[in-house]
């Protein structure tokens, strides 16, 4: 049979979590904040924050994920034609997938940023390396956010007469631009051991 003492310490217990409980509600209802949103100053209360969030999320999952697709169908686009550079000479097509602010990271090599970098990567690949082919094969594609998405995949280059140069791996930040979807961030290595 509980004793006397057990029913105080529940009841004290209980007005403990209702108390904590009430302080949070009344948190949430009465909290204002303040935050900038695009330049503008926007005031919210928490407690219809919270009330809201469930909406916004489903709301932001259903753009993400169509934005999703549309980027998965322009990097399938962009990777069918992208070693046609090569096979052309054409650094036209290399330069058009990247964004204006790119960087792309060789390895074992200084990153080369900026609008000048993928032509300035193409005459390298071309002229000093000999790449004449090559070949992506993406393993995914997901989103960071509505307007970032990473590509992991591998990739083969090959030499004239197709001799195999090398293989390795990719890891591709494409951003959504007015130009369409276009290589943010290329970063990518070699599957073999330095001889």
């Given amino acids: 049979m509980p004793s006397l003492r057990d029913f105080y310490s ?30 503008k100053v926007v005031y919210h209360s928490m407690f219809c924050r919270y009330l809201i969030l469930p909406f916004r999320y489903a709301s932001a999952q259903a753009g993400s994920v169509a934005n999703l697709e549309d980027a998965k ?17 054409d650094a ?4 058009n997938p990247y964004a204006k602010d790119c960087w792309i990271m060789p390895p074992n090599a200084p990153a080369l940023c900026g ?8 005459q390298t690949a071309y002229t000093k390396f000999g790449i004449r082919n090559g070949k992506f094969i993406t393993i995914d594609v997901y989103g960071i956010s509505e307007d970032i998405v990473a590509e992991i995949g591998f990739w083969k280059l090959y030499y004239a007469g197709n001799i195999e140069f090398g293989d ?5 930040l494409w951003k959504k631009t007015p130009q369409g979807w276009k290589m943010w961030r290329d970063s990518f290595n070699s599957s073999r051991s330095k001889k």
Avoid at 10 to 31: G, P, V
Avoid at 79 to 86: D, G, S, T, V
Avoid at 168 to 172: A, I, S, T
Wanted: aromatic fraction near 22%.
């Fill in 92 to 95: 036209s097509i290399f330069v």
């Fill in 115 to 122: 609008p000048d970098a993928p032509g300035d990567f193409f």
């Fill in 73 to 89: 169908k322009a990097i399938a686009a962009s990777n069918e034609i992208y070693f046609q550079a090569f096979v052309k000479n």
């Fill in 168 to 172: 390795g791996k990719f890891l591709v």
């Fill in 10 to 39: 529940f009841q004290y217990s209980s007005i403990i979590i209702i108390a904590a409980l009430r302080a949070c509600f009344e948190f949430m209802l009465f909290n204002i904040t303040i935050y900038f949103e695009k330049g």
